[in-house]
Nanobody
Framework: QVQLAESGGGLVQAGGSARLSCAAS??????????MGWFRQAPGKEREFVAA???????GYAESVKGRFTISRDNAKNTVYLQMNSLKPEDTAVYYC?????????????????WGQGTQVTVSS
């Protein structure tokens, strides 16, 4: 079993930056073989894909964040990051980290086996 814990959320002004971290614990010997993703859910809206990274380092982004957000991973630290720049009020949401044991990433949350508890990001205008 793998546990995921997000950190780094908070209140940010529009145009500002924030970096989210997701640390994996438990059965992490094979973390490097996992695909990892970030999803978010705003109040009253469905959960949506934000970004993902494969075990080999290939990345994918939602159109709404492309060019502003960057996903990366540090396998030595069993951690995945989401660097968020040029934040907008519409980026306000609870951000969730997710992992799947297969190395290929998907944009659908149903393909992920493990989820964190989420971290709130609020962007003020």
């Amino acid at each position: 079993q793998v546990q995921l814990a997000e950190s780094g959320g908070g209140l940010v002004q529009a145009g500002g930056s924030a970096r989210l971290s997701c640390a994996a614990s438990g059965r992490t010997l094979t973390f490097r073989s996992y695909a990892m993703g970030w999803f978010r859910q705003a109040p009253g809206k469905e959960r949506e894909f934000v970004a993902a990274i494969s075990s080999g380092g290939s990345t994918g982004y939602a159109e709404s964040v492309k060019g502003r957000f960057t996903i990366s991973r540090d396998n030595a630290k069993n951690t995945v990051y989401l660097q968020m720049n040029s934040l907008k009020p519409e980026d306000t949401a609870v951000y969730y980290c997710a992992g799947r044991s297969g190395g290929v990433y998907y944009t659908s949350g149903t393909q992920y086996d493990y989820w964190g508890q989420g971290t709130q990001v609020t962007v003020s205008s």
